[in-house]
């Protein structure tokens, strides 16, 4: 079996009172959620941990289930944004609430991703950092289209202006993949509270220091703090050891849903 290893970090940061973010690790290595709420302190809190929660709880009960990986994710998205619906309608006070998730699944003999909204997934191989999710925001879509240039995104007042998230009734943009996964690559899933005030090359720079998950885990929220800590920080660490032989899983391919 694959020498997985893996850690998680959260810190409230420098600025901020509260800390919105949540993160979930499942004990045996399934799956890993990162989730980074808004609207609010008690929003956003409420929010990403609805996410956390729920994407946890249908994973776990469905994980035996005879349906194929993609499908699992999906499901798990659709019903934490229902949770985030209807405790919007328990409590209108919160009813401007939403929340970023990223999650990366082990389950069978092929690893999948999902998420929406601007927390990232990275993959380390071979010292080269890839960023393998697209940010659902005005300014990465604009990036992408050539509206504005990639110095220009980086200052943009609407950096932080997402098209989709979680807590909205038109939910209609959950990117669900497969995804390639090696013995020795390293996984990190994160909240846009690292990738603010990181830089790619930096977090590059990082992983290659660090002796282990918790030390490269800690070194990335102490580098974000250290360049401002603005938002909150949300850093889980995968490292990916050695083979392994999982169960079958049925055929899936990239999908994305929509309404």
């Known amino acids: 079996m694959m020498n997985r290893r893996f850690t998680g970090l959260t810190d409230t940061g420098v600025l901020r009172s509260v800390n919105q973010d949540n993160y979930y690790i499942d004990p045996d290595g399934r799956f890993f959620i990162v989730a980074d709420g808004m609207?609010?302190?008690?929003?956003?809190?409420?929010a990403s941990a609805i996410a956390a929660q729920q994407i946890h709880a249908y994973l776990d009960a469905h994980w035996n289930a005879d349906i194929p990986s993609h499908t699992l994710l999906e499901k798990a998205f659709l019903q934490a944004n229902q949770g985030i619906l209807d405790d919007q309608n328990a409590h209108p006070e919160r009813g401007d609430m939403g929340t970023t998730a990223v999650v990366v699944l082990f389950r069978g003999d092929q690893p999948w991703r999902a998420h929406i909204g601007d927390s990232r997934l990275y993959r380390i191989r071979h010292n080269k950092l890839e960023q393998i999710t697209e940010d659902h925001t005005w300014v990465a879509r604009a990036l992408k289209m050539g509206d504005i240039t990639r110095?220009?995104?980086?200052?943009?007042?609407?950096?932080?202006v997402l098209f989709q998230c979680l807590g909205r009734k038109d939910v209609n943009t959950?990117?669900?993949?497969?995804?390639?996964?090696?013995p020795g690559d390293r996984l990190l899933l994160c909240s846009d509270g690292l990738t603010e005030e990181v830089s790619d090359e930096m977090i590059k720079t990082l992983f290659e220091e660090g002796e282990s998950c918790e030390a490269i885990a800690q070194n990335l929220v102490e580098a974000a703090k250290e360049?401002?800590?603005?938002?909150?920080i949300t850093v889980i660490i995968v490292d990916e050891g050695g083979d392994t032989q999982l169960i079958d899983d049925p055929e899936g391919e990239e999908t994305q849903l929509r309404s």
């Open 151 to 160: 110095d220009q995104a980086k200052t943009h007042p609407w950096r932080h």
């Open 39 to 46: 609207g609010g302190h008690a929003g956003g809190q409420e």
């Open 227 to 232: 360049a401002g800590g603005s938002d909150n």
């Open 174 to 182: 959950i990117e669900i993949a497969r995804l390639d996964v090696q």
